[in-house]
């Protein structure tokens, strides 16, 4: 009887710790993002890659495929060797709807990379090399250090490690490394006194030029309306 009771027991305890695990490996688990609507997609760039023998890490240079795309280059870290790899890149106008907004921070701009289940459950860790232009950060007043990668993971916006790698006249290029592939966001935080006076900077400038012209020339007009009094008061002498 005490041995039939042990042998229920033990039958319930490994039925729980199965659904447990099972229920953990789902949630962890990673599914492709929905295809985002053509009507916010600026760029759609479709990459794939084969080779010869299986690989571990498959580095793209995404600019051979499309140099106007954010994203400038991936390395993906698999779990196990692969012989392909191919995933899509979107370029967006805007969120997507199932995408929060990001905590504390605000947007530049986001994309999302699109891949078969096969490839996101064999990613260990991603590389993302991408490009602002410089253009857009000095027009919204932004400062650099404060630029991160975010990604969506089970239902929020996290951070990820971000650091500015190069430059050139036109862009600034940051690296993150993720553990997926996703929904992303490029963030920034808003500096208070930057985000009100930023804009008004120039305008500021352009007044103090324009009254000190105006300084300039008034002086110039008494200096000549003092000596033709002069050179007429003697010419009555």
């Given at each position: ?199 008004f900077l120039w ?24 000596r033709k009094t ?8």
């Amino acid at each position: 009887m005490k041995a039939r009771k042990f042998s229920v027991r033990t039958v319930t305890v490994l039925v729980v710790l199965l659904v447990f695990v099972s229920a953990t490996n789902t949630a962890l688990a990673q599914y492709p993002p929905p295809t985002p609507p053509a009507s916010i997609i600026i760029r759609e760039t479709p990459i794939m890659v084969s080779y010869t023998e299986p690989q571990r890490a498959i580095t793209i240079d995404i600019t051979q495929f499309d140099p106007e795309q954010v994203v400038k280059k991936i390395t993906l870290t698999l779990k196990e060797p692969a012989f392909t790899a191919s995933f899509t890149i979107y370029l967006l106008a805007e969120k997507p709807r199932e995408v929060p907004d990001p905590k504390d921070r605000v947007a530049l701009f986001y994309f999302t990379i699109r891949a078969h289940e096969a490839l996101l459950e064999n990613v260990d860790s991603v590389k993302i090399t991408f490009a602002i232009e410089k253009a857009l950060l000095e027009e919204r007043g932004v400062d650099e250090k404060t630029i991160t990668l975010d990604w969506l993971l089970e239902g929020a916006l996290q951070e990820l490690p971000t650091k500015k790698v190069d430059e050139d006249e036109r862009f600034l290029f940051f690296e993150a490394e993720s553990s997926g592939l996703s929904h992303f966001a490029v963030t920034y935080i808003v500096t208070p006194f930057l985000w009100y006076i930023t804009p008004f900077l120039w305008w500021i400038g352009v007044i103090i030029v324009i009254v000190a012209a105006a300084i300039i020339m008034a002086e110039i007009w008494i200096n000549r309306s003092l000596r033709k009094t002069y050179v007429t008061s003697l010419k009555i002498i």
